[in-house]
């Protein structure tokens, strides 16, 4: 059935931990009916869930109902191993945050993972949290990517999970962070890789990567808790991958339960309330404040995105 809830396609962000600390597979199987009769659009299964045996249950369970799924994959062994049990195509993105590290940038690691997958007969994207650390490397990854002919580059939200938690404060990236960028990234570079599609969550990151500030596919404004929805480790549904509220466990309730919530619903009053620092802003009725998730972690801003350094 649809959710009720919801009057735009949810998308929902699952993250699935190593199998060692995993949920077991009749939870995971659980939270996947969960998905389902929630009338969930699209899901991206992030993490390591090419690692677990009951990937093949948890899919015959979501692919029947048309959810349009994305897996992340690390190309571990195990990962890719369990890429070569696929039993029909399903859209791949290889995550760089584990392929390439920031201390020692090597795409070799990269190349191998993507050949590896194209001998298995997909075509994998790229993803990568653009953190601090990985600034320095987003020029060369994208001209790499182009290279390679890579279908998709994303640029998601930054999830609050255990992969970024250590010194995430130091790490996440505000607006002079963006200014840096706008200097190595210059127009020149940015036309040179117009046909690398790439799919970017930032407002203010898309304007300065896509050339096209005008033609942008995303959602205007925080989508959080409205069509973006984040499930943790532990079955635990927040906002958005970027928003560590939780709104309680699909273990416990149905998604159509949790998204009737007051919890939910306040936090979706909050979003609808201009951040102090947006007043007088030219651009509100375009961003309507950005990220609010992550901006609620550095207080300074006024509640407005962090890659924004003041009104226009």
Same mark, same amino acid.
């Given at each position: ?114 050949? =590896?997958?194209?001998? !298995?007969?997909?075509?994998?994207? *790229?993803?990568?949290? &653009?953190?601090?650390? #990985?600034?320095?490397? +987003? %020029? ?100 958005? =991958?970027?928003?560590? !509220?939780?709104?309680?466990?699909? *273990?416990?309730?149905? &998604?159509?339960?949790? #998204?009737?919530?007051? +919890? %939910? ?48």
């Amino acid at each position: 059935m649809s959710n009720p809830q919801v009057d735009t396609p949810l998308r929902v962000h699952w993250f699935i931990p190593p199998a060692a600390v995993a949920l077991s597979p009749e939870k995971l199987r659980l939270i996947a009916t969960r998905l389902v009769s929630g009338g969930v659009f699209e899901l991206l299964l992030d993490g390591y869930p090419l690692a677990h045996d009951a990937l093949g249950d948890v899919l015959s369970i979501l692919r029947p109902a048309g959810i349009r799924i994305t897996l992340v994959s690390g190309a571990s062994s195990s990962e890719t191993a369990g890429a070569s049990r696929l039993d029909a195509p399903i859209p791949l993105l290889l995550d760089l945050n584990r392929l390439v590290t920031a201390q020692a940038p090597n795409l070799s690691l990269s190349a191998k993972a993507l050949e =590896a997958h194209r001998s !298995l007969g997909l075509d994998p994207g *790229l993803v990568l949290c &653009l953190l601090r650390p #990985w600034l320095p490397l +987003l %020029r060369p990854l994208l001209s790499w990517a182009l290279e390679q002919q890579v279908p998709l580059f994303k640029l998601p939200n930054i999830p609050l999970d255990a992969r970024f938690r250590h010194d995430f404060e130091q790490q996440i990236c505000r607006a002079s962070d963006l200014g840096q960028l706008r200097s190595e990234l210059d127009s020149e570079f940015v036309r040179s890789i117009a046909d690398l599609k790439m799919q970017i969550h930032d407002l203010f990151l898309w304007e300065l990567l896509s050339g096209q500030p005008d033609n942008r596919m995303e959602y205007s404004g925080c989508q959080a808790a409205n069509t973006l929805a984040y499930i943790d480790a532990q079955g635990n549904v927040h906002p958005c =991958a970027s928003w560590p !509220l939780s709104f309680g466990s699909l *273990l416990q309730q149905s &998604l159509p339960e949790l #998204w009737s919530s007051a +919890l %939910r619903e306040q936090c979706r009053q909050y979003i609808a309330q201009p951040p102090k620092g947006c007043h007088g802003c030219a651009d509100w009725g375009i961003c309507f404040g950005g990220c609010r998730g992550l901006s609620q972690l550095h207080t300074s801003q006024s509640g407005r995105d962090l890659w924004c350094d003041a009104p226009r």
